[in-house]
């Protein structure tokens, strides 16, 4: 992989097309709902980091130590030791226009500024709407619906790289992570996030972290980017993410296609199957 340095990296981003969704095969009721994001500057940001970061002097150095931690670890854990591996999904003003196309009323985007999918994390903390990120005594101490505390859990958060962009617009404090990997739960608490390290998604597990015993809807926003196909048990995993939803929640789900699932076990050589398996027809 040989580096130009005067690459323009938005004509090398393959064509819109090839990502485009075929919109007149969807329902009437998805084509509504339908959102087509587009590779804003913080996704190309992310393609030079990346680009810079393959062609760095230690890369090399990088990639034997990783071939000789695969022989004892998961890939998960190997990335959270050398800090490779991250990932993303969207930036913080496509998750606030995909919030805003699911709930407008509940998430709108009209003050103090209408954020735009285009625009970058750097610029998004100062073009948030009033939802997004009030002073927090004044969610705690709001008694209205509209301006209560808002409270998100990330499901499987890695090593927080994508949850950080939920940060400019519900502030780290009203956000909780759950990992399963040691590694990556030690990389999310150094970050600053509460991280529950649990297989699944018990109740008693947040209403703990939360403070709040009786209340069976914790959460307004539940993200779970890349996860459905690596847990043993997706169709429960939804489940148990749809009893904690506040019901006027939104569920944030991505995946990659095509849908392979499997379970990591150890060395990264060794897989399991899934113990429950989704309806996903395998996408070339």
């Known amino acids: 992989h040989a ?3 005067d690459r323009d990296y938005r004509v090398l981003l393959p064509p819109l097309k090839a990502y485009a969704c075929q919109v007149e095969s969807l329902s009437k009721e998805l ?15 992310f393609i030079e980091w990346c680009d810079e970061r393959v062609t760095s002097f230690h890369c090399g150095d990088l990639y034997i130590i990783n071939c000789l931690l695969h022989l004892c670890y998961s890939l998960t854990d190997t990335n959270a030791m050398l800090s490779r591996g991250q990932m993303h999904v969207l930036s913080t003003a ?8 699911a709930l407008p009323d509940i998430f709108p985007l009209t003050t103090p500024h209408t954020t735009s999918p285009h625009t970058s994390d750097s610029e998004d ?6 939802w997004l990120l ?9 008694s209205s619906d509209s301006s209560r505390r808002r409270i998100v859990l990330d499901v499987g958060s890695g090593d927080g790289n994508v949850t950080e962009k ?11 992570t759950t990992e399963v990997s040691r590694h990556m739960v ?17 109740q008693e597990y947040f209403s703990a972290a939360l403070g709040s015993q009786t209340e069976p809807h914790l959460f307004d926003l539940i993200c779970c980017f890349n996860v459905l196909d690596r847990c043993p048990k997706p169709r429960s995993l939804l489940e148990s993410m749809r009893d904690l939803l506040q019901p006027d929640g939104v569920i944030l ?4 296609l095509p849908f392979s699932p499997f379970v990591e076990n150890g060395p990264t050589w060794s897989r399991l199957d899934v113990d429950e398996k989704l309806p996903v027809a395998k996408i070339a």
């Open 94 to 101: 496509q998750i606030a226009s995909l919030l805003h196309k």
């Open 134 to 142: 009030p002073p927090l005594p004044a969610l705690q101490q709001a």
């Open 166 to 176: 939920l940060v400019p617009l519900f502030g780290q404090q009203n956000i909780i």
């Open 253 to 256: 789900i991505a995946v990659v």
């Open 3 to 5: 580096r130009d340095s």
């Open 125 to 130: 903390a100062d073009k948030v709407a009033s």
């Open 186 to 202: 030690k990389t999310l608490r150094n970050k600053g996030f509460v991280c529950i390290e649990a297989p699944e998604l018990r």
């Open 31 to 45: 084509r509504e709902k339908w959102l087509q994001l587009s590779a804003d500057e913080n996704t190309v940001s």
